[in-house]
């Protein structure tokens, strides 16, 4: 990974290789939504929903 890119996504305080992740897998592992955890679980509350495929992924990726 360029070092632009490293040190764009560590300016917005992601880890690296967790962001990478989400980016190759979009729509497989993590579900349809990606964001903060706090943004997701406003959504699982919209939906009426416990919680979204991702919060788990969410975690780990926001430092």
Same mark, same amino acid.
């Given at each position: 990974?360029?070092?632009?890119?490293?040190?764009?996504?560590?300016? +917005?305080?992601? %880890?690296?290789?967790?962001? &990478?992740?989400?980016?190759?897998?979009? /729509?497989?592992?993590?579900?349809?939504?990606?964001?903060?955890?706090? +943004?997701?679980? %406003?959504?699982?509350?919209? &939906?009426?929903?416990?919680?979204?495929? /991702?919060?788990?992924?969410?975690?780990?990726?926001?430092?």
């Amino acid at each position: 990974m360029p070092a632009t890119i490293e040190s764009t996504l560590a300016h +917005l305080n992601l %880890q690296p290789n967790q962001w &990478l992740g989400q980016v190759e897998h979009f /729509g497989t592992h993590q579900g349809y939504f990606v964001g903060k955890l706090i +943004l997701l679980q %406003q959504k699982a509350e919209e &939906l009426k929903k416990k919680w979204l495929k /991702g919060f788990k992924t969410c975690r780990k990726l926001m430092i």
